[in-house]
């Protein structure tokens, strides 16, 4: 499975993006996905996810209200929308794909929010 994200960039606060990330490959072996962040200094952290077959999701206290992940299956493509952006929020975004053997990873796209 290949992750490729997209959709970083520079925004002020309180603004908006939307990232993706573009799964190929063995994507039917995929159970669940979801959206990481890195901060400089800081560990990884789970941001949101979402199970492929029901859809239920999940997020990080942090995000909740603020943050929406989904799923275009037909696309093999994943969201998270991302509002009312905080500087707080800055970090690496990581796609995650779980396996049924391992964890696929993407390499990440930076998101700044400027205060």
């Known amino acids: 499975v290949q992750l490729v994200e997209s959709g970083g960039g520079l925004v002020q606060a309180g603004g908006s993006l939307r990232l993706s990330c573009a799964a190929s490959g063995s994507t039917f072996s995929i159970n669940a996905m979801g959206w990481y962040r890195q901060a400089p200094g800081k560990q990884r952290e789970l941001v949101a996810a979402i199970i492929t077959g029901g859809g239920s999701t999940n997020y990080a206290d942090s995000v909740k209200g603020r943050f929406t992940i989904s799923r275009d299956n037909t696309k093999n493509t994943m969201y998270l929308q991302m509002n009312s952006l905080k500087p707080e929020d800055t970090a690496v975004y990581y796609c995650?794909?779980?396996?049924?053997?391992?964890?696929?990873w993407g390499k990440g796209t930076l998101v700044i929010v400027s205060s």
């Open positions: 995650n794909a779980k396996g049924l053997k391992e964890d696929y």
